[in-house]
């Protein structure tokens, strides 16, 4: 009988006793509100798999990147790119790190106007622009960085000691 | 992945149940559907969100524009919603101040 030539186990992440189920999962789509579900679904099934994340922070998660992904799509489609958004997702010892990339206009994250209060009746003229206060709302680190040749928003969702789950 | 939208009449509203994920993709289906039914007169409208698995920011903006369009026509648009991740989204947004929200359709429709 041949001996089957076995491969070497995948290397652990460093630093961790927890099995890291995957490392980095990157996926591109095409940017068509259709496909905003399915990075949705890639999301929550990854973070399915990391039990330091209870199910209320991975709604959390789904919905800031959904409201990503959301955002880079209309930027697409505001310059007519037939260009894919990426994400990119990380799991370590930290907690889980999603990436989207787009390569739109650009906008300024601090330039966003501010919606008059809830009381005012003129509130009502906003339909929009909620996306970005939700997503910082939600996750626990939000970096975005625009520039003419795009935009990348980094989301971080923590694991916290009270998040563990038995 | 589809958008269920269920109408029925309970006296003087109308109910809008809705089923499924609201987002980039489904709302302009759920903003149509609003917009027909104040086109057709309705204008006390309740938005049942119980069947609702996912809801975005582009959800949130077709109940703004909804309440705005039924209010031009002095009517209401209100909900139906006892999911916490869904009404989480209200109260983050501060939109809890803007809808009033209910626990059930019977609720909403009292009196009608």
Redesign the interface.
């Given at each position: 009988m041949p001996r089957s030539t076995r491969r070497p186990p995948a290397p652990r992440a460093p630093g961790s006793d927890i099995a890291v189920v995957a490392d980095v999962v990157a996926l591109e789509i095409p940017a068509r509100?259709?496909f905003?579900?399915l990075a949705?679904l890639v999301v929550s099934a990854l973070a399915a798999t990391d039990i330091q994340l209870a199910d209320?922070r991975i709604?959390d998660l789904?919905?800031a990147v959904?409201?990503a992904c959301?955002n880079a799509?209309?930027a697409h489609d505001s310059v007519s790119t037939d260009e894919r958004v990426r994400m990119r997702c990380r799991a370590d010892e930290r907690g889980l790190e999603v990436s989207i990339e787009d390569r739109g206009p650009g906008f300024d994250p601090a330039g966003l106007p501010d919606h008059p209060?809830?009381?005012d009746p003129d509130?009502?003229?906003?339909?929009?622009g909620?996306?970005i206060?939700?997503i910082r709302?939600?996750v626990d680190e939000v970096e975005i960085t625009s520039s003419q040749g795009g935009t990348a928003v980094r989301l971080v969702m923590l694991h916290a000691a009270d998040d563990i789950v038995d | 992945?589809d958008l269920g939208l269920d109408v029925t009449e309970r006296g003087k509203h109308t109910v809008l149940s809705v089923h499924g994920?609201v987002?980039?993709?489904t709302a302009p289906k759920f903003r149509e559907r609003l917009i027909e039914l104040v086109t057709e007169g309705k204008h006390q409208i309740v938005v049942d969100l119980d069947g609702v698995d996912?809801l975005?920011?582009?959800g949130?903006?077709?109940l703004?524009?909804g309440?705005?369009r039924l209010?031009s026509h002095d009517g209401d648009l209100t909900l139906v919603c006892t999911q916490s991740?869904i009404l989480k989204?209200f109260e983050?947004?501060?939109?809890t101040?803007?809808f009033a929200i209910h626990a059930s359709v019977d609720e909403a429709t009292a009196g009608s």
């Open positions: 509100a259709e905003v579900a949705r209320e709604d789904k919905l959904s409201e959301t799509i209309e209060p809830v009381t509130r009502l003229k906003f339909e929009r909620l996306g206060p939700l709302a939600l | 992945m994920e987002d980039v993709y996912f975005d920011s582009t949130l903006g077709v703004v524009g309440l705005k209010r991740r989204v983050i947004t501060g939109l101040k803007v």
